[in-house]
């Protein structure tokens, strides 16, 4: 059987010296958060982007919505422009603002990383 390796966009371009473009993808939930912690998420986002020589070129924000399934706007939007190739990173918060359970969260990271893009 053979082996199958995948090569991320952002390690190509870092060894290439190309600009590495990120997204940011920041959400909060109705019950718990409030809009001061989508702030908080993309600070955090593009301080981590700076520290890494990232150029975030947009951000994906969902407010008010669970994480309980993948009925949100903003995220539906970002996995389907990962098939775009137009980022090489997604940055967020912390893996719980992409789903709460295992499961959905190794989906989501294979739909991306076979787009070559990186959580």
């Known amino acids: 059987m053979p082996v199958t390796t995948v090569t991320f966009n952002a390690d190509v371009k870092k060894a290439k ?16 958060q409030t809009e001061q912690s989508i702030e908080g998420q993309l600070a955090a986002a593009h301080g981590y ?5 990232y150029t975030v070129v947009r951000e994906y924000c969902d407010r008010a919505m669970t994480v309980r399934n993948d009925n949100r706007d903003a995220f539906q939007q970002m996995l389907s422009d990962t098939d775009k190739h137009q980022f090489d990173v997604i940055i967020t918060w912390k893996v719980d603002r992409i789903a709460r359970n295992r499961e959905d969260i190794a989906f989501n990271k294979h739909r991306c990383k076979k ?3 990186r959580i």
């Open 17 to 32: 010296g190309e600009p590495v473009l990120a997204v940011i993808y920041a959400r909060y939930s109705s019950h718990s």
């Open 49 to 53: 982007a700076n520290a890494h020589g």
């Open 115 to 117: 787009n070559g893009i």
